[in-house]
């Protein structure tokens, strides 16, 4: 029987395991950022000076096996701000096990505790696998994404 699925905010503790799974998610959308990059958004993750910028890993046991990443930020359609949940990553070898929904579910519920219930994201049309949990768990927008 595997271990047990636990969840806490990402902490200085974690970073080179964070930094192994945020490569393999970057890998993953054949991306890549500079090491200055990994260096910020890991200090932000954890310092109390950027409470908007947050998130969690998930653990089997001592196994680093999944992250997540969101941000909070003002919303000109709401009061209250939104909820970005911006990168989510399992380990492929525990995909299917639920480590997904309950990196979500940890989002979902900071969100609500923090008075900002509304959360999204988006996702690659090609991310198959995830848009099935994805479909189960939240409400799928007609909205398309235009970058510059």
């Known amino acids: 029987m595997s271990a047990t699925i636990t969840i806490h905010p990402i902490q200085p503790s974690d970073k080179s395991e964070w930094r192994r799974l945020w490569t393999a998610y970057l890998e993953f959308y ?16 954890c310092s109390a000076d950027h409470p908007d910028q947050c998130g969690f890993m998930a653990l089997q046991g001592d196994q680093h096996i999944g992250l997540v990443h969101y941000i909070y930020h003002a919303h000109n359609w709401r009061v209250e701000p939104v909820c970005y949940l911006q990168d989510l990553y399992a380990d492929p070898s525990v995909r299917g096990t639920g480590v997904g929904r309950k990196l979500i579910e940890a989002v979902y519920a900071q969100a609500d505790a923090d008075g900002r219930p509304s959360v999204y994201w988006l996702t690659q049309d090609f991310n198959t696998e995830a848009r099935k949990l994805y479909d189960r768990i939240a409400t799928l927008t007609p909205f398309i994404k235009y970058s510059r």
């Open 30 to 45: 054949e991306s890549s950022v500079t090491d200055e990059v990994y260096e910020s958004t890991f200090e932000r993750l």
